[in-house]
Structures are given as C-alpha cells and as structure tokens.
C-alpha cells in the first residue's frame, strides 16, 4: 500500500494502490507542499497556513520525520524559538507522486463517468 | 496514521486543488518584486551623472562627433553586482521574516552573469574601435540591437525574465517584455535623443531617465498589488 520511490506506472492495478499512507493525508500534503514550494518553512508559516494547532502540527511532522520525508532543524533567532523544516529528496518524490496518484484517480473517475 | 487517509468520493480533486492554493500563497508570500524593481531603478537614475561626467566627446568641424562611455562603463558593473546582492538579501530576509526559504539563487546568477556579458562586450569594444575604423552609419539594424541587447539598461530587463520565471509571476513578465520592448526597440539607448542643440550627454540622459522612471513606477504598482493583496 504504501510506495514512496519511482514513478507510479498507470498500468500498475488502481491509482489508490499506489497511494501512500504517509503522504496521502490533506495536512501531511500541505506540508510536503510548502515545503517544496518555500525550500524551507517555519512552524508558524505551516500552523497559520494548515490551520493546525500546535500539537497537531507537531504529530504530523513527526509522522513525517519518520518516514524520512522532511528534516526538521530547531534554533534560535534572538530569544525566540524557530524551528525550521525542509523536503528531504525522498520527500521530494513522495510529493510527485502522490500528485501523480492523485491525477491518475482523477483521469480514472472521468473516464468512468463517461462510459 | 492513516486519520484521513483514504479519499473520499471527488477528494482527488479537492487535494489537488488544495495543493496548488497552498503552492501559489507560498509563492506570492515569498514575492518582493516591487524590491527588485525599485532598486534597479535608482541604480539606473544614478548612473546617468556617471555617465554624463565620465562621457568623452571629440567633433570634428564636418559636426560628426566621436565619444566614448566611460562613466558607464565604470559605474555599472559594480553597481549592478551590488544591486543583486541587495535584492537578494532583501528577499530572503523577507522570506525569512514570513517564515520562508528564497529561492534567490538562480537570480543572482543570472544578474551575474548578465553584468559580466555587458562588461565583457563594452571593454571589448573599448578596446577594439580605437584601433580600428568605426563601422559604417547608420548602423544596421540587427547590429543596433544588438549593440541595445548588450547594454545595461537590457541586461536588466534579462535578469528580470529569469526573476519573473523563478517567482512564476505572469505580471512581471509582461511588465518586463514591455520594458525589453522599449529599452531594446523603441528608446535609442544608444544613440541618445532630444531637442536640437542639445548636447551629447543630455541626448543620452534621455532614454535613462525614461527607463528609470519606468522601473519606479513598476516598483510601485508592485507595491500596491503587494499591499492589497496582504489585505
């Protein structure tokens, strides 16, 4: 159920067999999204943006983190605290397809609808 | 782990149209086009005393007159590195500040490399027409643009397509095909223009003050759209 290397291949069974359980999750998506499309991204920019709570943030990073798909970096900016969190090559990958999955299920229900 | 995980009916759809919402806000958040802009049009409203004062004139009495660019050849090279270096750090300290990485890097190069092809072509041509005959006038016309595509005031313009194609920002690309257009076709950046008894230096004034203010009034209509859209 769960693939996160290589390019999905459309003629391997059903999109939803390749999606992946890490990834295919609205907040986790965000955040491999902005990740991708900021380089880097603060916390406060994803709780804002996601609009998660802190704690809820928190889990869904480290769900990340585990899978090995974002790097997450704390330090200090003055006195306050930042932590900063980056799309790791895997996350990078994770992210294109997923995206794919996501425009193959849809290609899938259109072509269905129209027979 | 799998809380939301499996896609509910016309999810696919909603995610990807989540993903792509999330993906423009990060990039008009990271934006600091009206930086850009307005920094290049001081360094360009700048040089026009460098350029005035450093401009060596000699007529002869048939009224042809021979001159030689040097204030520009002095002044912007290092103003157009320090420029870039300054919107760059601009830009990431804003980012920073939101809570975002920049993607600068590719911009900067570009200005790099763009003020080394400028100064490359004009000490090369410093450095060629003394000793050897000018060429025929009026020049071709491939040759005259060419001649505008290697000045400053179009290695902007350039650098901008590069920046317009980092940021994805369709405004800023046609704002500057629109200022290409006039440096390159329309404004005679280098041959000057202005009333009759007009000196030289007034003559090539002109065109910078035209291409300057032109760069400010981008920065601010990048402003404002800026501001509105923060609202």
Redesign the interface.
Known sequence: MTTTNGTPDPEAGHPVTGLDEVVHQRARLGILTIAHEAHRVEFGYLRTHLDLTAGNLSKHLSVLETAGLIEIQKGYEGRRGRTWITLTAAGNTALANEIARLKQLIARVETTNGQ | ?????V?AGGD??R??S??RS??H???L??RMTWVALLVLGAVTLVGIPFDWLGMTVHCRPDTSCEFARRGVLLYWPPALLLAYTAIAVCYMRA?RA??????TLPYAIAGAATTVVFTTAWIAAALYFPDHPLPDQPLPYRWLILDRLVSPWSMIGIALVVLARIERNLGLLLFTLAYLALVLLVLPMNEGWGLAGWELQARFAVPQVISGALLLLGAAGFFRAARRQQR
């Open positions: 782990m799998t809380t939301e995980s896609p696919p759809r995610l990807l989540d993903i999330l993906a806000q990060v990039r958040d990271q980012a939101r809570g975002l990485g920049a993607r």
